[in-house]
């Protein structure tokens, strides 16, 4: 069991390695996969910097921030409005492929490994500050990556461009994206707060 435990996110990112080579042999667009894929595989190397330099998350947080990467590079493979999520689109009698919303949300469960450094490094003092902080920080990390989406959606421009910016026709799509990145980071909050022991 506590080889389980130590070798966990080492689990993790090989999962992640295999989907990601895997889903970049022949995607929908390549354009999109390089647009999508490249952000995440970033947070990817700098959560494994951060390992190396001795910087370590619990497995849940480990788990949580796992979510998004798994997630993510699927839709970069589909592209983001042509992933098969009929079941989940379905069930709940949306009209729109809502597999980007559900990936919105699962960003924010950043918060969790963020507000989970700040509290092992004595940044803030409590737990409410340290979650609070996390929901700040997604938030305007939502807010930052809407407006990369518009550039590059506005200089790309063609299929590739309003694939990115995955819109769907939806107006409101940036405001509602970051409305669910913010509502995924206090989700994790407010399970956060009753369980992180620090």
Same mark, same amino acid.
Request: hydrophobic share 50%.
């Given at each position: 069991?506590?080889?389980?435990?130590?070798?966990?996110?080492?689990?993790?990112?090989?999962?992640?390695?295999? !989907?990601? &080579?895997?889903?970049?042999?022949? %995607?929908?667009?390549?354009?999109?996969?390089?647009? !999508?894929?490249? %952000?995440?595989?970033?947070? &990817?190397?700098? #959560? &494994?910097?951060?390992? =190396?330099?001795?910087?370590?998350?619990?497995?849940?947080?480990?788990?949580?921030?796992?979510?998004?990467? +798994?997630?993510?590079? =699927?839709?970069?493979?589909?592209?983001?409005?042509? =992933? %098969? +999520?009929?079941?989940?689109?379905?069930?709940?009698? +949306?009209?729109?492929?809502?597999?980007?919303? &559900?990936?919105?949300? #699962?960003?924010?469960?950043?918060?969790?490994?963020?507000?989970?450094? *700040?509290?092992?490094?004595?940044? *803030?003092?409590?737990?409410?500050?340290?979650?609070?902080?996390?929901?700040?920080?997604?938030?305007?990390? @939502?807010?930052?990556?809407?407006?990369?989406?518009?550039?590059?959606? *506005?200089?790309?421009?063609?299929?590739?461009? #309003? @694939?990115?910016?995955?819109?769907?026709?939806?107006?409101?799509?940036?405001?509602?994206?970051?409305?669910?990145?913010?509502?995924?980071?206090?989700?994790?909050?407010?399970?956060?707060? +009753?369980?992180?022991?620090?």
């Amino acid at each position: 069991m506590q080889k389980i435990k130590k070798y966990f996110p080492h689990f993790l990112l090989a999962i992640y390695t295999i !989907e990601f &080579v895997s889903l970049g042999i022949n %995607p929908y667009s390549r354009d999109v996969w390089y647009a !999508e894929n490249i %952000p995440i595989f970033g947070i &990817v190397l700098f #959560l &494994v910097i951060l390992y =190396v330099r001795g910087i370590r998350f619990s497995n849940t947080a480990y788990l949580l921030m796992s979510l998004l990467p +798994f997630f993510h590079t =699927v839709g970069g493979y589909y592209t983001f409005e042509r =992933v %098969p +999520f009929d079941w989940f689109n379905n069930f709940f009698g +949306f009209e729109r492929n809502m597999f980007d919303r &559900v990936g919105h949300f #699962l960003a924010g469960f950043f918060a969790y490994g963020l507000a989970e450094y *700040v509290l092992t490094y004595k940044k *803030v003092s409590t737990k409410f500050w340290a979650f609070f902080l996390g929901i700040c920080f997604i938030g305007t990390l @939502a807010m930052t990556y809407e407006l990369i989406e518009w550039q590059y959606a *506005v200089k790309q421009g063609g299929d590739a461009g #309003l @694939a990115f910016l995955g819109s769907q026709g939806d107006i409101w799509d940036a405001q509602k994206d970051m409305l669910m990145d913010t509502l995924g980071a206090i989700f994790v909050s407010i399970i956060g707060i +009753f369980t992180l022991k620090k």
